[in-house]
Each structure stands twice: as C-alpha cells, then as structure tokens.
C-alpha cells in the first residue's frame, strides 16, 4: 500500500543498546516542565507530572533529547477513545518503527481521565511500554486504570490542546495494514482503493518539542495569619508582637524585653539605654518583606493628659526588615544608625494556633 515497511535491529541488540542509552539520559537533571506537540492543525501543549511518574517522564523526554521523534506522526485515532502517536517516523515514503530503548517500569498513579496523556504498551504485560504515547480524548478511567496494570500517565493536555486533539479526532481514519487505524488529511476512501500515494501532508505529523519553562518561585506574601507572639529560643529577653493590616498592605511589630527586673527609677527610656524596653515599626508589605519605620514614641501616660509624640521624621531613628519565608520562621534584620546598632533575629512562633490560617491564606 502507500506506506510501506522497514527493517528491524536484532531485539537483543536494540535493548542492550537502549538500555544504556536511556540510563545515562536519565542520569540528566529533567528541564522541561512541558511539551510541545507540534501537528498540521494546531499546538498540542502538555504538563509533565514527574512527581507522580518521573521515571516515565524522563523516558519521554530521553525520546524527544535524541531526536527519535523527529519526523513522527500520529499513526492510530479512536474516536470517542484515544489518539495515539510515539510509535512511527516517515521519511517521504515509507513509515519507520522508532528504534526504542529498553522498556520501562509501569508507574500507574493517575486516572486515565480526558486530557490525560499515558503510555502504550503491549497486552497483558504492565512493564512493556518503551516510545508510544496517546491522549485520552474522554474518560478513559474504567477501562484503562484497571486492565493491565494500569496505563502510566506521565502528562496532561493543558491550554486549548484538546481543541486540537478533537480535531485531529474528526479526521478520516484509512484501514492501512500497518496502520488500521490511520487518520489522515485529504485522503479519501477513493484515494485509498486506488492506491494513491500518501505523502507527508495527508499524515499528522507531529513535531515533538521540550519547552523549557523558567518560572520565578512563588514569594510568600504576608497574611493575618502572622499575627502572633514571636521570639527567638536562643536570644533570651526579648520578643516580637506582629499584626498584619492587609486592607492598609501594612505591618506593624512591637520589639519588647522579657526582662522582670524594673529598671532604676532615675533611668531614661531613651533609645538604647537601660530604661528603654520596647519599641516600635510599621511598615508597608511587599510579598514577603516589609521595611518597618522605627517608631520612638513618648507621652500619653495612662494617668495624665500628655500628647503622644511621635519619631519626626519617621524612619530617622532605623529601620526593621521584617521578612517571612513561610507561616512558621520569619527574620528581624535591624539597622539602627542613631544608636549605631544593626544585627538580625530569626523568630518562630510562640504559640501555633494562627498556623493554619496562615496556610489557609497562602495555599500551603
């Protein structure tokens, strides 16, 4: 017929030499966090899940790395079941069967649900699959999650990918003898009965591609489910209140001592000095850090009239750099140029019981 066949290497030849080819690709750190799977009617993107599958994922990716993809084509379309691709090169005449590494180990974890994409392998053997690959385009969970071990899925279809996929679904499918279940583009039935060539057009050719995807971590953002007592075990004396105002995006902090001893009543609560035992700092939020105005206030005793007076200008006392790399461990970086002190103070919790809504806030 149109597409014709190729040779075979020796099946003992082919895995060892697979075998030695895969494991020193999957010594390589995985780069890519998706794929791009390139077909004449439009981009197929798909997610990597390697924590659920990895040695399934870099098995793919060790495919795409040597080029064994190259010129690749979907050669199977069920519709209303799979689309299938991984399995066949063409090289302007005839389809190739990819030489393939060594087969893997079955990692079945997720559900062979639509959008999903898994790993083809031979029947009634669960560690068999090597190169192919095909996209459920619906839920395939019944069948294929419990038969066979398991189909591994390794990815899942993301953006308007399925768009893509129900389209190629829709194409006409040509009963071939390599390939029963071709689907095709221009190619009729007719074009079939008289043996009309088929060339590169009528195939999905499928360009199969790392997208290196770089992302920033995501910053932790300050929340109220910071606002607590705070203090470093190993520093004795001395303890942070922090209260989170996320409708003003500000934060303020009160540094205070644990000290029982009062100090001696001709003593000045000056910045620094002996008699001086807490402070204040508010400060706008940017995610994670806040850059915190010291704050010297005086006045405003309980039993008299006085007026609180305040640093002027703020900020001219130091600075505090609150920040917090998660709900349970911040950092105080202080910098106090009119007492010419500066140093840092790791702080924990005292208590836990704003932990949960810390998580709550931040999607932990």
Not at 82 to 103: C, K, Y
Not at 307 to 336: A, K, Q, R, W
Request: aromatic residues 10%; negative net charge; charged residues 20%.
């Amino acid at each position: 017929m149109a597409i014709g066949k190729s040779c075979n290497f020796a099946t003992l030849t082919r895995k060892t030499l697979g075998a030695l080819f895969l494991s020193a690709l999957m010594s390589l750190p995985v780069m890519a966090d998706t794929v791009l799977i390139e077909t004449p009617l439009g981009d197929i993107e798909i997610e990597l899940l390697t924590e659920d599958a990895p040695n399934t994922v870099a098995n793919f990716l060790s495919y795409i790395e040597s080029g064994k993809y190259t010129k690749s084509f979907l050669h199977r379309s069920v519709p209303g079941f799979v689309l299938q691709g991984g399995g066949f090169t063409f090289d302007g005449t005839n389809s190739n069967f990819i030489f393939t590494f060594a087969p893997i180990e079955n990692e079945f974890k997720v559900s062979n649900t639509r959008g999903t994409v898994a790993m083809a392998k031979v029947d009634d053997s669960p560690d068999s699959a090597t190169s192919q690959w095909f996209i459920n385009l619906t839920d395939n969970s019944e069948s294929l999650d419990n038969s066979n071990g398991g189909y591994t899925v390794f990815a899942r279809v993301i953006g308007n990918g399925m768009q893509v996929a129900d389209a190629i679904g829709q194409l006409a499918i040509m009963p071939f003898a390599k390939h029963p279940e071709l689907p095709v583009i221009d190619y009729t039935i007719d074009d079939f009965n008289n043996n009309k060539f088929v060339t590169e057009a009528n195939l999905v050719m499928t360009d199969v591609s790392k997208k290196d995807v770089t992302t920033e971590p995501e910053t932790f953002v300050m929340n109220p489910g910071l606002n607590d007592a705070w203090f470093n075990p190993i520093t004795e004396g001395q303890g942070f209140f922090i209260t989170v105002f996320p409708d003003l995006n500000f934060v303020s902090l009160a540094w205070f001592t644990y000290d029982t001893d009062l100090p001696a009543e001709d003593e000045t609560a000056n910045l620094g000095w002996p008699g001086h035992r807490w402070l204040t700092a508010i400060g706008p939020i940017e995610g994670d850090t806040a850059v915190l105005n010291i704050d010297i206030a005086t006045g405003g005793l309980f039993d008299t009239a006085t007026e609180v007076e305040h640093t002027d200008p703020p900020g001219s006392e130091g600075t505090i750099t609150l920040t917090f790399s998660n709900c349970n461990s911040g950092l105080v970086e202080y910098d106090i140029p009119s007492i010419d002190r500066q140093g840092s103070v790791p702080i924990e919790r005292v208590a836990g019981d704003n932990i949960s809504l810390c998580e709550a806030l931040t999607g932990e």
